[in-house]
């Protein structure tokens, strides 16, 4: 039973509106594309635990507080005997371990070594259960779901899954037999009421109003060429075709995200969409999808 489901960061969906909205740097740009690539793989994974028999509870994306620190667990499944960690890595190419350091082997270039990440988590895991007096046997792992992925120099005993042995593990996973009962589910619940909507130590790409494009661009392919045509919104590059009401809603949804300081008028977001949708029409929308915040010329919608 799937109690949480996986959503995009802040972080990649907010580099994602900037990449559309300004020139990003080519260190920017790197820091997206791993974005994409790690939210991907992260998705390629919850897809293959879709289907696992049995009573299981599994809570994607889990980010927990322990004596003020913080921590985040990809994928936890609660079986009846175990309690499963899984942080999802999606790295390409050939890398190598040589003591604690991980390594590209093309490029030399020292990444983060995630099993002592994953070590972390656990430790902190394990004092989170131990402060809520509960008593589960807990089993962590990284997970390489890159099938281009190859590890050297591994030692046999580090808690890893590498792409060749991620069906095997399923499978094992899947005949283990597990019986819930009620504190399995006690804990669930306890896990998703202590769950953090933001990490306070996630640092966003600086930027200002002034240095983004403003206009209505393609929900598909990000172009701002765009045009209002009988009810919808038109994509001169690609052609995809969405209703007005719709693309105000996004765009409204891309200005509160990005500017979570400013209130949302009907003038704001008419300057948002580059004066290309009528001020009545934006209001129509403002009333129907927000609250409004006062009678006057001041009223705002949250």
């Not at 740097?25 to 998705?43: C, Q, T, W």
């Not at 509960?134 to 030692?155: D, G, K, R």
Request: proline share 3%; aromatic share 10%.
């Amino acid at each position: 039973m799937l109690l949480k489901k996986r959503s995009e960061s802040k972080e990649l969906v907010v580099m994602r509106y900037l990449n559309m909205r300004m020139e990003l740097s080519a260190k920017d740009k790197f820091h997206l594309a791993n974005l994409e690539k790690g939210y991907r793989g992260e998705v390629e994974f919850d897809r293959l635990t879709e289907n696992l028999s049995e009573e299981r509870y599994i809570i994607d994306d889990l980010l927990l507080q322990v004596n003020n620190s913080y921590f985040q667990i990809d994928k936890v499944i609660i079986s009846g005997g175990l309690i499963h960690l899984l942080d999802v890595k999606y790295h390409e190419g050939d890398f190598y371990l040589e003591s604690d350091k991980f390594y590209s082997v093309a490029s030399g270039k020292e990444y983060k070594n995630p099993v002592i990440q994953l070590k972390r988590s656990e430790t902190l895991f394990r004092q989170l259960l131990q402060n809520l007096k509960l008593n589960y046997l807990v089993q962590a792992s990284v997970v390489f779901n890159n099938p281009e992925f190859t590890l050297y120099q591994a030692p046999m005993d580090l808690p890893i899954i590498l792409p060749t042995q991620i069906n095997r593990f399923l499978k094992e996973l899947n005949d283990a037999p597990s019986k819930m009962d009620e504190n399995h589910k006690i804990l669930a619940q306890k896990l998703l009421s202590l769950h953090h909507d933001k990490n306070p130590y996630t640092t966003l790409h600086e930027y200002d109003y002034e240095q983004l494009e403003k206009g209505m661009h393609c929900r598909e392919c990000g172009s701002f060429n765009t045009s209002i045509e009988m009810q919808g919104l038109v994509c001169g590059r690609c052609g995809n075709s969405e209703r007005v009401e719709q693309a105000i809603v996004q765009n409204i949804e891309e200005f509160r995200l990005l500017f979570p300081e400013r209130k949302i008028t009907t003038q704001s977001i008419y300057e948002w969409c580059n004066r290309t949708i009528n001020k009545r029409r934006i209001t129509r929308v403002l009333k129907k999808y927000y609250k409004a915040v006062g009678n006057t010329s001041d009223t705002y919608y949250e």
